[in-house]
């Protein structure tokens, strides 16, 4: 036994850091050495860190909100067991606040020769690309006295994608598109709209559709059903300047605008119109064209989920141009911007002319519930100021918006929750007016 322990505490020795037996050690060795020789001993019998080897497998993208589960396989090829407390790093926003110990930090005991795996259970909380940091583990001897660490990179990226909240919208609106189309009994017309069949005439029907031809061919009045165009180009784009980075309660307005123009995209899409996407403040920040419609809304999300604002004014004639180059024949052009006066009366009005000339503009904006609430506050000085402020902010919106319609611009001005629906409602006005 003295031979083996001897042999234990020069291999450990041996193994040990430089610089490892400092005076207090020395102390201890010579005031307790069985005990320095176990802890001694423990840490030469630990398995080693540096030899271990790691694969990591599982999700590569979650929707926000969501759960992803990234597996990470631990290769034990060192002829000791590896007894060890594990910690997958990830960055703060991979887990819900106060969660990131419990979901990061893993026991797990690996015998010589062998593998185990682990998994590490993610809630990002926030869009964007969550890249794994590094893997720290700390691997003990048999009784636990002493340890040794070390850290590894072990690559993985999780895509955090829009969560679309909007989506609970598209199953009502798809029911207006149908009626549109004209496959319920409610038969929309308007201007521009393409013939679709004949059917008798029915009190209330409008006069201006009864087809005087084939009345005169049959005994009763028949009158002509449309259906509205299809394969028209709607180009989406979004305002990344800094205006689109001020939060609007829980969540910045640019998340807000990619909710919208997520349910947009699938309406249009069902309708049989193609959809584009651009996303700029001084440069192209996203871009997605030329998709079929099975490809587009994965394209569209993958594309919006690492986009960020920009802290910088959008330079409104590089974004006009843009989109008049993206959008060579005549497009719906939805716009997603602030309606603050400034960005409006300085950037996007004198630009304005040369995208209502060739096209349809309509500009999409998240107003702030909260100014809704100021607006309406009373009881105490502090809330008829507040009242007052709020009153102020909203009429200087409606002034804004109205400086646009005057121009020939449909402007949708919601609050977060209601963007989206507003935003669909207003498509298949525009459709169903034969404006598209």
Same mark, same amino acid.
């Given at each position: 036994?003295?031979?083996?322990?001897?042999?234990?505490?020069?291999?450990?020795?041996?193994?040990?850091?430089?610089?490892?037996?400092?005076?207090? #050690?020395?102390?201890?060795?010579?005031?307790?050495? &069985?005990?320095?020789?176990?802890?001694?001993?423990?840490?030469? @019998?630990?398995?080693?860190?540096?030899?271990?080897?790691?694969?990591?497998?599982?999700?590569?993208?979650?929707?926000?909100?969501?759960?992803?589960?990234?597996?990470?396989?631990?290769?034990?090829?060192?002829?000791?067991?590896? %007894?060890?407390?594990?910690?997958?790093? #990830? &960055?703060?926003?991979?887990?819900?606040?106060?969660?990131?110990?419990?979901?990061?930090?893993?026991?797990?005991?690996?015998?010589?020769?062998?593998?185990?795996?682990?998994?590490?259970?993610?809630?990002?909380?926030?869009?964007?690309?969550?890249?794994?940091?590094?893997?720290?583990?700390?691997?003990?001897?048999? @009784?636990?006295?002493?340890?040794?660490?070390?850290?590894? *990179?072990?690559?993985?990226?999780?895509?955090?994608?829009?969560?679309?909240?909007?989506?609970? $919208?598209?199953?009502?609106?798809?029911?207006?598109?149908?009626?549109?189309?004209?496959?319920?009994?409610?038969?929309?017309?308007?201007?521009?709209?393409?013939?679709?069949?004949?059917?008798?005439?029915?009190?209330?029907?409008?006069?201006?559709?009864?087809?005087?031809?084939?009345?005169?061919?049959?005994?009763?009045?028949?009158?002509?059903?449309?259906?509205?165009?299809?394969?028209? $180009?709607?180009?989406?784009? @979004?305002?990344?300047?800094?205006?689109?980075?001020?939060?609007?309660?829980?969540?910045?307005?640019?998340?807000?605008?990619?909710?919208?123009?997520?349910?947009?995209?699938?309406?249009?899409?069902?309708?049989?119109?193609?959809?584009?996407?651009?996303?700029?403040?001084?440069?192209?920040?996203?871009?997605?064209?030329?998709?079929?419609?099975?490809?587009?809304? &994965? /394209?569209?999300?993958?594309?919006?989920? =690492?986009?960020?604002?920009? @802290?910088?004014?959008?330079?409104?004639?590089?974004?006009?141009?843009?989109?008049? *180059?993206?959008?060579?024949? %005549?497009?719906?052009?939805?716009?997603?911007?602030?309606?603050?006066?400034?960005?409006?009366?300085?950037?996007?009005? =004198?630009?304005? =002319?040369?995208?209502?000339?060739?096209?349809?503009?309509?500009?999409?904006?998240? /107003?702030?519930?909260?100014?809704?609430?100021?607006?309406?506050?009373?009881?105490?000085?502090?809330?008829?100021?507040? /009242?007052?402020?709020?009153?102020?902010?909203?009429?200087?919106?409606?002034?804004?918006?109205?400086?646009?319609?005057?121009?020939?611009?449909?402007?949708?001005?919601?609050?977060?929750?209601?963007?989206?629906?507003?935003?669909?409602?207003?498509?298949?006005?525009?459709? /169903?007016?034969?404006?598209?």
């Amino acid at each position: 036994m003295a031979l083996t322990g001897r042999t234990a505490l020069l291999a450990a020795l041996g193994s040990l850091p430089v610089g490892i037996l400092t005076p207090s #050690w020395t102390g201890m060795l010579a005031v307790n050495a &069985p005990l320095s020789l176990a802890i001694l001993c423990d840490y030469a @019998l630990a398995a080693p860190v540096r030899t271990l080897r790691f694969t990591r497998s599982g999700d590569t993208s979650v929707r926000l909100g969501d759960v992803a589960e990234v597996q990470l396989t631990v290769t034990n090829p060192s002829s000791r067991r590896l %007894r060890a407390h594990l910690r997958d790093a #990830w &960055p703060p926003s991979s887990w819900l606040t106060g969660t990131e110990q419990a979901a990061s930090r893993h026991k797990l005991t690996v015998p010589a020769g062998e593998r185990r795996r682990i998994t590490t259970v993610l809630r990002p909380t926030r869009r964007g690309d969550r890249q794994a940091d590094r893997v720290t583990v700390r691997s003990y001897g048999p @009784l636990g006295l002493a340890a040794r660490q070390g850290n590894h *990179k072990v690559p993985w990226t999780v895509r955090v994608l829009p969560p679309f909240t909007s989506r609970k $919208h598209l199953p009502s609106r798809l029911a207006r598109l149908r009626e549109l189309d004209g496959r319920t009994s409610v038969l929309i017309r308007g201007q521009g709209t393409e013939f679709d069949s004949l059917r008798d005439y029915v009190p209330g029907d409008d006069t201006r559709s009864i087809d005087w031809r084939a009345t005169a061919r049959q005994t009763t009045v028949a009158v002509r059903t449309w259906r509205p165009e299809r394969d028209r $180009h709607i180009l989406v784009v @979004l305002d990344t300047g800094r205006t689109s980075a001020g939060r609007v309660g829980d969540i910045p307005r640019l998340d807000a605008a990619m909710d919208a123009a997520l349910l947009l995209t699938a309406l249009a899409s069902r309708a049989g119109d193609r959809v584009d996407l651009l996303a700029y403040d001084r440069r192209i920040r996203a871009q997605v064209q030329g998709r079929s419609a099975g490809d587009l809304l &994965p /394209a569209l999300v993958n594309a919006l989920a =690492p986009l960020e604002p920009e @802290l910088v004014e959008t330079d409104t004639r590089g974004l006009s141009a843009t989109a008049l *180059k993206s959008a060579p024949r %005549r497009s719906l052009i939805v716009l997603f911007t602030s309606l603050d006066t400034a960005p409006i009366e300085e950037g996007l009005l =004198p630009v304005l =002319p040369q995208l209502t000339q060739r096209h349809t503009v309509l500009v999409a904006s998240v /107003a702030d519930p909260h100014i809704q609430q100021m607006s309406t506050a009373r009881g105490t000085i502090e809330a008829v100021y507040d /009242a007052a402020a709020g009153t102020q902010a909203q009429a200087q919106r409606r002034r804004t918006a109205e400086q646009l319609q005057r121009h020939g611009v449909t402007v949708v001005d919601a609050t977060p929750d209601n963007l989206a629906p507003a935003l669909a409602d207003a498509y298949l006005a525009l459709k /169903a007016a034969g404006r598209l």
